[in-house]
């Protein structure tokens, strides 16, 4: 797949602009605060209509607008020429592919694969749990309805376990009903999560190899929050724990617990690696990403790069790019003009400024 041009009105700091690509290799650069990581968040949104800066429609939208739209006109391995159009409200998301709504979220989710790599993917070597179990977790709803409608079911009966807990006197009833629901997704989670690591670590594995020219060895390993076997063993799990619970006003075992933890040469990378290294890192496992989301469907991902290279040295950036399927569109960004030794040549220049992109 690849993207021909982004229109955007009102998005961010653009009032009314378009991008033309029209190339496999684009790179926009200019001054800070011009409007180049805008455009790409609005590419990104094609993946999951989900920013990748933020979980707030409302700061999609420039100030003094009701609403927002981006058009991406893209050619698509298996429907030909498209155009997706995506509107933002403060109050609600629509997208249409071909001028059709589509009316299921999980129907769109995956259709159009882009990843994103920008510098805050630092926070899945150095942020919370919640930060890598999100990596996992929008990667393989991309890619599986399956795990994509285990994974709303578990959190909503979650939500509801959890207000439960907070009442003096909870229907013991309705507590049961949703952790039989809770045990019944966490096990359809727990399989697939654990076949899709494998893979994830596998691929991370060998990407952190190349970035590190040979010298240095990776490993990925799953943490569960929870030991329990089948359904009934985390049912039997989430009642002998509720008095705990109780005390808590939360649940304090299951899936969305869980974390996964990162080695460079036998040491933990939080703590005991370098900026490069911790770097190396994440860039390794949003490569891995890549590669999967390539396998798992007819479509070649686009790939997105916000500024990533600057705390690299220069062995590493060329090892970056050597990495990245030929035959994938690349559109990156930067302050400076387009890389000159790198493996992709003949780069199509933008130049952002003040939200408007102009071809060079």
Known sequence: ????????????????????????????????????????????????????????????????AQTAQVLAKLNHETLGKCEVLMEFSNSSKKVFVNNE???????FIGKFPIMPVCNDDIKL?????????????????????????????????????????KENNPDEISLGAFEAQMAQNAMVLNEIRACFFERIGEIASRKYEILSGGKEKTAIKLKPNFCAEDVEGYRKLLFESRRRDFALGATSSGPHKDDFLIFVSGKNVRDFASEGQQRSVALSLKLAQFEIMKGGGEVMPVLLCDDILGELDEDRRSAFWSCIDFDAQVIATSTTSAPQNSSRQNWRLIRAEKGEYFCV
């Not at 961010?12 to 011009?34: C, D, H, K, M, T």
């Open 125 to 165: 070597v150095r942020g919370a749990p919640l930060e890598r179990r999100r990596f996992i977790d929008m990667l393989i709803s991309s890619m599986d309805m399956r795990y994509f409608n285990a994974l709303r079911g578990y959190h909503a009966s979650l939500l509801s376990r959890n207000a439960l807990l």
């Open 1 to 64: 797949m690849d993207i021909e041009s982004v229109r955007l009105c009102n998005f961010r700091n653009s009032g009314l602009s378009e991008a033309s690509f029209g190339a496999p290799s684009v790179w926009i650069y200019g001054s800070n605060a011009q409007g180049k990581t805008n455009l790409l968040e609005s590419c990104a949104l094609l993946w999951a209509l989900r920013s990748f800066r933020t979980s707030k429609t409302a700061n999609l939208i420039k100030n003094g």
């Open 101 to 107: 709504e589509q009316k299921k979220l999980g129907e």
